[in-house]
């Protein structure tokens, strides 16, 4: 006989891109309970983030209702100068950065060429992964991961349950041990390496993996040892594996909290210190490819090393449903949000969020150049 027990029920993990808004929240707030993870650890010091004058830039309280978000964090110059939570969120919840933290594995690219790790981005991709020999990965080089160039026959169609990103999403909710990189070496061709800009989350999700092997780390433990232990995050973080004990998601869900979100872009406006390659946060705002921005989520007008170009030159990582980290190094300024954007079909109110968030953002620039 079983006792009644107390049990806390999630979506499955093949829903988590196709949730209606009530569950958003609840999911993307619970991401380590519904995926096996591994810890990436805090060190012993905190990077203090004192706070400054409040900034008003407009109507936040109506901003932050109209756009279904649950963190809205401003930084100037290192200090606070507005922060908020709404939808349950608090100081200590380690939301799902979805795929905002493809920003932040590309990040560790860098790190692992300082140190030798990996011998630059000309390198193959199957000299660290064999087991993509004779797929379309084959010939498909670290830049091209780094870019969304690899030229393979990837749909990151959300709303279709079919589709690679689904199926991807399928096998990582079923925990199944080897069903992404059996998914992605069944994909064909569709362009030559580094020629089409084409987003495909299983490009960063191979981007983690050949750091794995490059490094003899699990990613989890390289992001910790070089940027979440040195640049004084709050909280510990996490990644979500494929499966119990096995490869980190560089691409896709993991979970950190709001300020150390805003600590991180801190360390893309300090250039990386001593922790990347000397012009390397410069490369990685460099365009590798051109968009239109009426064509892609965030209204980018160019993509560099997995980082998004903002049409005034910012740095973002972009991720489902509304998560963005904001880097613009010309004003000093880091902008995080964590939202909660319906999707369709649930959309149904008219709002235009891509044009709210895009306002929102020039109008905290424009505020701060005010003084």
Not at 243 to 257: L, N, P
């Amino acid at each position: 006989m079983t006792l009644a027990a107390p049990r806390h029920l999630f979506p499955r993990g093949e829903d988590f891109l196709l949730l209606p808004p009530t569950r958003q929240p609840h999911a993307y707030a619970n991401v380590d309970r519904m995926f096996a993870t591994r810890a990436i650890r805090r060190g012993d010091h905190v990077l203090p983030l004192p706070y400054g004058p409040e900034l008003t830039p407009g109507d936040v309280a109506a901003h932050v209702e109209r756009t279904d978000i649950a963190g809205l964090l401003v930084l100037h110059r290192g200090q606070i100068r507005l922060e908020r939570y709404a939808l349950g969120l608090t100081e200590a919840t380690r939301w799902s950065t979805m795929s905002m933290v493809k920003s932040m594995t590309s990040t560790l690219v860098g790190a692992a060429i300082r140190e030798g790790r990996i011998g630059g981005l000309a390198d193959d991709v199957i000299r660290y992964l064999p087991a993509l020999r004779g797929s379309a990965y084959d010939g498909v080089s670290v830049r091209d991961l780094l870019t969304m160039s690899s030229g393979t026959a990837w749909v990151e169609d959300y709303a279709d349950r079919g589709s690679h990103v689904n199926r991807y999403s399928k096998a990582l909710g079923d925990r199944q041990p080897g069903g992404v990189v059996a998914l992605l070496r069944s994909l064909g061709r569709a362009a030559p390496p580094g020629t089409r800009f084409n987003y495909n989350t299983g490009d960063t999700y191979l981007l983690g993996c050949l750091l794995t092997a490059a490094t003899g780390r699990p990613l989890a433990e390289y992001m910790a040892e070089r940027i979440w232990s040195r640049w004084g995050m709050e909280h510990d973080a996490y990644y979500t594996l494929d499966q119990e004990g096995g490869q980190e998601i560089g691409g896709s869900r993991a979970g950190m909290a709001l300020r150390d979100l805003g600590r991180f872009g801190q360390f893309i406006l300090a250039g990386g210190g001593d922790i990347l390659p000397m012009g390397w946060v410069e490369q990685a705002a460099r365009p590798a490819f051109a968009l239109d921005p009426a064509q892609n989520s965030y209204g980018a007008t160019g993509y560099g090393f997995s980082w998004w170009i903002d049409p005034n030159g910012a740095m973002v990582a972009v991720g489902f449903a509304g998560q963005t980290l904001y880097v613009n190094r010309a004003a000093e300024v880091v902008i995080v949000t964590l939202s909660c954007w319906p999707q369709p079909p649930h959309v149904t109110d008219g709002i235009d969020r891509k044009a709210e968030r895009l306002a929102f953002c020039a109008a905290v620039v424009a505020a701060l150049s005010r003084g």
